[in-house]
């Protein structure tokens, strides 16, 4: 605790510094300015309203987006670097499904779980997602992410609570994590490992008040311990986003989405009889191309054809080892 009440002593330096005409400070803000940054101080009238209750809400933050009165109805979609075929399949489709049931989704650009999120949010024509960052907003990090952090903030925004050009150092990532939560209603752990660094995310949620969400796994993973762990100690097991809108009694946000399934999403009434018999023997775990054949009965040069036919129409995505499953 002591950290980052000594941080939140440098983060009150900061805002005493922006109020200093000081040479340095307005080079800072005209950057800004150029890059179209918005820089906001605690007390303004843009300040996100959902920082107010945090006993250590940040004193500035650099803003690249537009942040929407509606994103402050977010859930945060978190989870580790190096997530399963298994996991970035979840991410991808709980983070879409939110967006499609009117929700933004909140997350911190990090490799893996976080950024997947991102994408499936974006998956949506409509769908909105907000990163927090813990790096300045003119050093990107992953660098990897700068086209996605573009992404973002076209439909979104770009958090940070350090300068502009500020590295990537590993204190301001737990520091970030309370604003994670603290933009969202609750906390979504899709793959955690025991030691992974979305428990301390989980943590500031549950001294926030915020219910925390967890998706379980394939017992032989890693990736599934940490939530298989949070699952054991109360939090809400997920296997669909309806398990989230009824933990927070949101009848309205399944109607949304029940009301949205389908739209850009392909059809399945234009296949073949030949491609729709494929498509039900396919799940969303990848099945090998061998036990596929034997499934189906068809031909293996035939069956080639027929699952690059579902893949360029987008029902099917090919995983390592001749394994596809459905999208």
Request: with cysteine.
């Amino acid at each position: 605790m002591g950290g980052l009440k000594d941080w939140t002593l440098a983060s009150a330096q900061k805002v005493l510094a922006l109020k200093d005409p000081g040479e340095r400070v307005e080079r800072e803000l005209e950057r800004a300015q150029a890059q179209d940054i918005s820089v906001l101080v605690q007390g303004d009238d843009d300040f996100p309203a959902v920082f107010e209750s945090l006993y250590d809400p940040p004193f500035v933050l650099w803003r690249a987006g537009e942040y929407l009165p509606g994103d402050e109805k977010a859930i945060a979609v978190i989870g580790c670097r190096r997530p399963s075929l298994y996991g970035k399949q979840a991410a991808l489709k709980l983070g879409e499904d939110i967006t499609r049931a009117g929700y933004t989704v909140v997350s911190g650009l990090a490799r893996g779980i976080d950024s997947i999120a991102h994408e499936g949010a974006l998956k949506f024509s409509k769908g909105r997602t907000v990163a927090f960052l813990g790096s300045g907003l003119l050093n990107i990090y992953p660098p990897e992410n700068k086209k996605l952090a573009e992404e973002i903030v076209s439909r979104g925004a770009l958090f940070s609570e350090y300068p502009l050009s500020a590295k990537p150092l590993a204190m301001h990532f737990p520091q970030r994590n309370r604003l994670i939560s603290g933009a969202s209603r609750g906390v979504l752990v899709v793959e955690a490992n025991k030691d992974s660094g979305s428990f301390i995310t989980v943590d500031h949620a549950l001294d926030q008040g915020k219910p925390v969400f967890a998706v379980p796994g394939p017992i032989h993973q890693k990736q599934s311990e940490g939530t298989h762990a949070l699952i054991q100690q109360g939090a809400k097991l997920v296997t669909s986003v309806e398990d989230i809108f009824h933990e927070l009694h949101d009848t309205h946000a399944s109607t949304v989405l029940k009301s949205r399934v389908g739209i850009t999403t392909p059809s399945a009434e234009r296949l073949s009889e030949e491609e729709r018999a494929v498509l039900e023997h396919l799940a969303y775990e990848p099945v090998h191309i061998d036990a596929l054949a034997r499934s189906t009965g068809a031909n293996p040069r035939r069956l080639n054809e027929l699952l690059l036919s579902l893949e360029l129409q987008g029902f099917v995505q090919q995983a390592p080892g001749h394994c596809y499953f459905r999208v």
